[in-house]
């Protein structure tokens, strides 16, 4: 009987956290949201964009960036070149006519070094954080800004939208990068997201400070320092940037970093598990819950084969054909139409191991974790 209560608790925690917690969250924002009171802003900017061997993408992303619907007055550009080896800083020489774009040169140091270096340098009322690789929307800055109308907000995110223009196996990944957006959008109508979208958000700048040098996810560190002095962590839907689908590998790296940023931010705001943590409860049931769920699945499985019939054979036979459909994926042709069972299904597995993976970080040095996010190359050439 032990086997099947593991068993039984193991499936109701992942059935609570995959889909359960989803209801009940959109159950209290409904009944409990709050507004966001925005209105037109002309606050100075600082544009912070770090780049790491960016050649090919930095010329397309400073034109993004000077199609901005706002004020150029009110923009200044910090580029800051992490080590680049490749041609990324006679890339940004020629913008030098743009005298908002200023280039800080680094000796390879991480994102989080290149991040303090143009935080101690911005001048801005606003921080605005994006990354190379992905377009802006030429409203997302002038909309982000019109969130600190309301004096509760200390962070605005934007939101990323994933192309549909790739194969089945991306167009999972974005599958799933859409159930954890709508997720993120209940949050921040409740009161706060616990992190930003790496990508597009911004932050009134006498609320950042500093990143630990070794921080893995810049993007949940900075918005808690907002979230702890008292204010509200916002997504802004109408603010956003536009990017490829990510290969599964390569998603599986990205995903490995950010889990493992989870731990790291744990350890760095013990808050987040105690009562100042006015979101509480949804940061145990959200992102505790995504780091607990593939033990609970582990749990689960070596729990079946001590289980009592008929429950054990019920339990094994669904085991085996949810992960023998994540296996078969790969060998089956791209054009094959049970791909879109198969993919779904291949996609969680391979998130869930990523998770456990995650655990890497606290025998690693966290800068092993970092890597070149991929994308779709027929995507890309589009």
């Given at each position: 009987?032990?086997?099947l209560?593991?068993?039984?608790l193991s499936?109701a925690?992942?059935?609570?956290?995959?889909a359960?917690?989803?209801?009940?969250?959109?159950a209290?924002?409904?009944?409990?949201?709050?507004k966001?009171?925005?209105?037109?802003?002309?606050?100075?900017?600082?544009?912070i964009?770090?780049?790491?061997?960016?050649?090919?993408?930095i010329g397309?992303?400073?034109?993004?960036?000077?199609?901005?619907?706002?004020p150029a007055?009110?923009m200044e550009?910090?580029?800051v070149?992490?080590?680049?080896?490749?041609?990324?800083?006679?890339?940004?020489?020629?913008?030098?006519?743009?005298?908002?774009?200023q280039?800080i040169?680094l000796?390879?140091?991480?994102?989080?070094?290149?991040l303090?270096?143009?935080?101690?340098?911005?001048?801005?009322?606003i921080l605005f954080f994006?990354?190379v690789?992905q377009?802006?929307?030429?409203?997302?800055?002038?909309?982000?800004?019109a969130?600190?109308?309301d004096?509760?907000?200390?962070?605005?995110?934007?939101?990323?939208?994933i192309?549909?223009n790739?194969?089945?196996?991306?167009?999972?990944?974005?599958?799933y990068?859409?159930?954890?957006?709508?997720i993120?959008?209940?949050?921040?109508?409740?009161?706060?997201?616990?992190?930003?979208?790496?990508?597009?958000y911004?932050?009134?700048r006498?609320?950042?400070?500093?990143?630990?040098?070794?921080?893995?996810?810049?993007?949940m560190y900075?918005?808690?320092?907002a979230?702890?002095?008292?204010?509200?962590?916002?997504?802004?839907?109408?603010?956003?940037?536009?990017?490829?689908?990510?290969?599964?590998?390569?998603?599986?790296?990205r995903?490995?970093?950010?889990?493992?940023?989870?731990y790291?931010?744990?350890?760095?705001?013990?808050a987040?598990l105690?009562?100042?943590?006015?979101?509480?409860?949804?940061?145990?049931?959200?992102?505790?819950?995504?780091?607990v769920?593939?033990?609970a699945?582990?749990?689960?499985?070596?729990?079946?084969?001590?289980?009592?019939?008929?429950?054990?054979?019920?339990?094994?036979?669904a085991?085996?054909?949810?992960?023998?459909?994540a296996l078969?994926?790969?060998?089956l042709?791209?054009?094959?139409?049970?791909?879109?069972?198969?993919?779904?299904?291949?996609?969680?597995v391979?998130?869930?191991?990523?998770s456990?993976?995650?655990?890497?970080?606290?025998?690693?040095p966290?800068?092993?974790?970092?890597?070149?996010t991929r994308v779709?190359?027929?995507?890309a050439a589009?």
């Amino acid at each position: 009987m032990a086997a099947l209560l593991i068993f039984g608790l193991s499936a109701a925690f992942c059935l609570y956290t995959l889909a359960g917690y989803p209801l009940l969250l959109w159950a209290l924002a409904r009944l409990r949201g709050r507004k966001i009171r925005k209105a037109p802003m002309s606050l100075s900017v600082s544009v912070i964009l770090p780049v790491h061997n960016g050649e090919h993408w930095i010329g397309a992303k400073l034109d993004s960036i000077a199609a901005l619907h706002y004020p150029a007055e009110l923009m200044e550009i910090l580029v800051v070149d992490d080590g680049s080896t490749d041609g990324t800083r006679q890339v940004v020489d020629g913008y030098v006519g743009d005298r908002r774009v200023q280039l800080i040169e680094l000796p390879r140091g991480g994102k989080a070094v290149a991040l303090n270096a143009a935080m101690s340098r911005a001048s801005g009322e606003i921080l605005f954080f994006t990354d190379v690789r992905q377009a802006l929307g030429p409203h997302s800055l002038a909309n982000l800004v019109a969130c600190f109308a309301d004096p509760e907000v200390g962070v605005a995110s934007g939101e990323l939208v994933i192309r549909d223009n790739a194969g089945i196996e991306e167009a999972s990944v974005g599958l799933y990068w859409k159930y954890e957006k709508w997720i993120r959008k209940q949050l921040s109508r409740l009161d706060s997201v616990p992190g930003a979208t790496g990508c597009i958000y911004a932050m009134r700048r006498s609320l950042a400070r500093p990143l630990p040098e070794d921080t893995l996810v810049d993007d949940m560190y900075l918005p808690l320092t907002a979230f702890f002095a008292g204010y509200r962590v916002v997504l802004e839907e109408s603010a956003l940037a536009f990017d490829y689908p990510t290969q599964l590998a390569s998603e599986f790296r990205r995903k490995v970093r950010t889990l493992a940023g989870v731990y790291q931010v744990m350890r760095q705001y013990p808050a987040l598990l105690g009562p100042r943590n006015r979101m509480w409860f949804h940061f145990v049931s959200h992102k505790l819950g995504r780091l607990v769920m593939p033990w609970a699945l582990l749990a689960a499985a070596i729990a079946t084969p001590f289980m009592p019939d008929p429950w054990r054979i019920a339990a094994a036979i669904a085991q085996i054909l949810a992960y023998g459909l994540a296996l078969a994926d790969s060998a089956l042709p791209q054009d094959a139409s049970v791909k879109r069972l198969t993919s779904p299904a291949r996609t969680f597995v391979v998130l869930m191991v990523a998770s456990l993976f995650a655990v890497v970080v606290f025998f690693v040095p966290p800068r092993v974790l970092w890597g070149q996010t991929r994308v779709s190359q027929s995507a890309a050439a589009r």
